[in-house]
């Protein structure tokens, strides 16, 4: 006989838990500004996940890049991720980044996660909560993708398989455009 008290059912009550308040801190906060297709990408400096240092959006002026925000404790997020570490495979990456940011409270479970589940491409670490808010994050997955310039070209919230196409299409596009300097 099975208690409702075991290990896993413990994790799973705290992964509902977590999301439950995230979910609600996200709709409760006030949103300065939500990013829409055509405007410039909040920069963002935040730390690595195994690593001293930090990544910074401005740092890849010059890129196409991919943001994507997830969690270990989100069901699309655990379909994406390996479905963008195979993208990122595929590209060459002179003109394409992606950065994934983790919101797990506790960085624990982002690891066990991604030992499980590895990307090639880096993770930061933004459970703070300022960056999704200047995102005007309000579910997870939520990926921008991101142009040369800084400016969101497509925007994202869940994960459908079937938009790996157009996203696949799109930053061949834009890696072939130049960089305007602004």
Request: charged share 20%.
């Given at each position: 006989m099975t208690s409702a008290h075991t290990p896993r059912a413990s994790a799973d009550a705290r992964a509902r838990g977590i999301s439950a308040v995230l979910a609600l801190t996200l709709l409760a906060t006030?949103?300065?500004h939500a990013i829409d297709i055509g405007a410039h990408a909040p920069d963002f400096d935040l730390?690595?996940?195994?690593?001293?240092?930090?990544?910074?959006?401005?740092?890849?002026?010059?890129?196409?890049?991919?943001?994507?925000?997830?969690?270990?404790?989100?069901g699309p997020c655990r379909e994406a991720l390996p479905q963008y570490d195979k993208l990122y495979g595929e590209l060459a990456r002179t003109d394409?980044?992606?950065?994934?940011?983790?919101?797990?409270?506790?960085?624990?479970?982002?690891?066990?996660?991604?030992?499980?589940?590895?990307?090639?491409?880096?993770?930061?670490?933004g459970s703070?909560?300022?960056?999704?808010?200047?995102?005007?994050?309000i579910g997870m997955?939520?990926?921008?993708l991101v142009d040369r310039n800084g400016v969101v070209r497509l925007s994202y919230q869940g994960f459908k398989p079937q938009d790996l196409d157009t996203?696949?299409?799109?930053?061949?596009?834009?890696a072939k455009e130049t960089s305007h300097a602004q």
């Open positions: 006030p949103i300065a730390p690595r996940l195994g690593s001293d240092t930090h990544l910074h959006l401005a740092d890849l002026r010059g890129k196409v890049v991919l943001i994507d925000f997830w969690a270990s404790w989100c394409f980044e992606i950065v994934a940011v983790n919101l797990d409270e506790d960085v624990a479970d982002a690891k066990k996660f991604l030992g499980a589940h590895p990307v090639r491409y880096p993770i930061a670490l703070a909560g300022a960056v999704p808010k200047l995102f005007g994050l997955p939520t990926s921008y996203l696949r299409t799109t930053i061949g596009k834009l």
